[in-house]
């Protein structure tokens, strides 16, 4: 099991320089405050002396000689010095209240920056890192785990720092006065709290992980259930996902039940320890000296003591605890941070693609000997291929399902990096300025995903409203055969379509999803199943469209419906990750038995 120091430097590796000396402060100004409360505990029996023998504190040499050096009169002192001992405590909750907002207000900056660099990580990390992760794990992360960090593990770090300075300055206070009995209270109250840490803090630990684990399951029941509502719906299914949910929130339930019933066991078991404490102390001073008034005041200072102990122990043993349930937090984000190259400590690969250039695309692509295979499986998707395409042109790629044509198309966008081989634009290998290259690309999916915002801000994606090119956006309208459809709307393209465009027929969602890739004015577009939504006529209208652009934009698709890779100036056969055979459609449909079987299967259904 990993100690605290490690999940320490764990934590102080997801924040920079800066933000560590901010810590380094918040520790000094806990220290002080730490001193202040040690002082006006001191200050306590002084008081109760100044009441019941004033004379005794008026009449020290060291009063009398302050009181002099400021000129304060004998019947005045009483007065003045009780102001003074006011003042003290004054300036201590003062200062208390300044530290405490002082900390809050580090610790909202924390989860701010920290969700900031975890999302900027996630949506910055290499596209194959999201095929491997859980998404519903990625949201945990970014809302929960971040927050779990700073709110509860750097939170009552803190807090357990501030106790334990209060504590040690106490007992370095009470070991001046009477060293015997501090010595004998320290021994009682290090060995409850030994065996009540050795007790919980395994438990702790393993219910952490347990409401870690529990936390993503109601995450991924949610998210699921309502993702594939109206399937589970037909299906009648909904019981599935609502007793899934149950399931792991009762688990998580159980665990912060746990947390819950160690934090309120502490305060009990430590106020019986201080009371048989302080029956104790008192025993032992009137033992030795059975003057009740001369003890008044060293009673007072070890009963006042061994309250504010008892409470800053409690407070430290549950912080301790919750400490111990959250730690788990760190893992995650750490793990995620330094495989994706983003801890602040870690010196950062130069990436090679963060050239300022822009790529001059002007005569062709080239895959050469490109051969993939995913992480963790040793089958290559893709053997050996080899193709070019001219700028201008349209291409698809074709083939039964599984023949490796999406991957095809996650190479040449750059999304996925080639197990060996390599992709070129005019020689060049794109991966030496991906920023560059991905600057030339539009990509439209089968499945589109729209924001639950206005027409305008699903086309226009990422471009903030003062910025659209309104111009920009009623071509690409035109093109993407919306016109119509916006038009009969009435709120036209300020019309929202709802969450995932539900509001939308499939076939307009893939237009907008269309449109959306034309507007950012692309020199290559990329179509992955892009028209398969739509009516056939609704498509010829839209591959037309495309084909007046065909001078400035390349165009590489892929097609299960052959009728739309028909003008297409070359057409690869894949299969089974190996390319077979190109050419036009006329003379695939001639040469290629294969192809002509789909053709006469595409043929049929139409």
């Not at 505990?41 to 400021?70: E, Q």
């Not at 066991?265 to 102390?281: C, H, N, R, S």
């Not at 690869?572 to 459609?585: I, K, N, Q, T």
Request: glycine share 6%.
């Amino acid at each position: 099991m990993m100690t605290v120091a490690h999940y320490i430097l764990k934590i102080l590796a997801l924040f920079s320089k800066k933000e560590k000396v901010l810590f380094a402060a918040l520790f000094c100004l806990l220290f002080i405050q730490a001193l202040m409360q040690m002082f006006c505990l001191g200050a306590i029996p002084a008081f109760v002396l100044l009441l019941t023998k004033p004379d005794m504190i008026l009449s020290h040499p060291l009063v009398t000689s302050f009181f002099d050096s400021i000129k304060v009169p004998n019947e005045s002192r009483l007065f003045v010095s009780c102001c003074l001992l006011f003042t003290l405590f004054l300036v201590k909750n003062i200062f208390h209240c300044l530290t405490f907002y002082a900390q809050e207000y580090l610790k909202n900056a924390l989860v701010v920056k920290l969700q900031h660099n975890v999302f900027s990580a996630y949506m910055n990390a290499p596209y194959e890192f999201h095929l491997h992760k859980n998404s519903s794990e990625v949201l945990r992360n970014i809302r929960t785990e971040t927050f779990l960090i700073v709110t509860q593990v750097i939170n009552n770090f803190f807090r357990i720092s501030l106790q334990c300075f209060i504590i040690l300055l106490i007992f370095i206070m009470l070991l001046v006065i009477n060293p015997l009995i501090t010595s004998t209270v320290l021994l009682a109250l290090g060995l409850f709290s030994i065996v009540f840490l050795k007790t919980v803090q395994k438990k702790m630990h393993h219910y952490g992980l347990k409401s870690q684990r529990h936390d993503r399951g109601m995450i991924k029941s949610i998210t699921q259930g309502l993702g594939i509502i109206k399937e589970a719906k037909i299906l009648k299914c909904e019981n599935y996902f609502v007793s899934n949910l149950k399931e792991h929130s009762k688990h998580y339930a159980k665990s912060e039940r746990f947390r819950n019933f160690i934090g309120q066991t502490t305060a009990p078991a430590l106020e019986l320890v201080a009371i048989a404490g302080m029956l104790i102390i008192m025993g032992v001073f009137l033992a030795i000296n059975s003057n009740m008034s001369l003890l008044l005041p060293t009673l007072v200072l070890f009963g006042v003591s061994t309250i504010k102990l008892k409470n800053c122990l409690g407070e430290a043993i549950n912080c301790f605890g919750n400490l111990r349930y959250s730690l788990v937090s760190v893992d995650p984000i750490y793990a995620d941070l330094k495989k994706l190259d983003r801890l602040p400590f870690s010196a950062p690969k130069k990436p090679n693609n963060e050239s300022p250039y822009i790529i001059c695309f002007s005569e062709r692509i080239a895959l050469k000997n490109v051969c993939f295979s995913y992480s963790g499986s040793n089958k290559d998707v893709l053997k050996g291929l080899t193709l070019e395409i001219k700028k201008g042109q349209c291409v698809a790629f074709v083939g039964p399902t599984g023949a490796g044509k999406t991957t095809i198309l996650d190479i040449i966008l750059g999304l996925l990096i080639p197990t060996k081989g390599m992709v070129e634009v005019d020689g060049i290998d794109i991966h030496k300025n991906i920023v560059g290259w991905t600057h030339l690309m539009a990509y439209v999916p089968q499945n589109i995903y729209l924001l639950d915002d206005t027409i305008r801000h699903n086309v226009a994606l990422g471009v903030n409203n003062s910025d659209i090119d309104k111009a920009q956006l009623q071509k690409v309208i035109g093109l993407a055969q919306l016109g119509d459809f916006i038009s009969d709307l009435k709120f036209g393209m300020e019309t929202q379509i709802g969450e995932h465009g539900l509001k939308l027929s499939g076939g307009q969602r893939q237009r907008i999803g269309i449109a959306r890739a034309l507007y950012s004015n692309p020199k290559i577009l990329v179509l992955d199943e892009a028209t398969a939504a739509l009516d056939n006529i609704t498509e010829n209208l839209i591959i037309n469209g495309l084909e007046t652009t065909r001078n400035d934009i390349t165009t590489i698709m892929v097609a299960h419906r052959l009728s739309t890779v028909r003008n297409c100036n070359v057409i690869y056969y894949v299969e089974d990750g190996v390319l077979l055979d190109s050419g036009s459609y006329d003379n695939l449909y001639e040469q290629n038995s294969r192809f002509r079987e789909m053709a006469q299967v595409n043929q049929k259904e139409q």
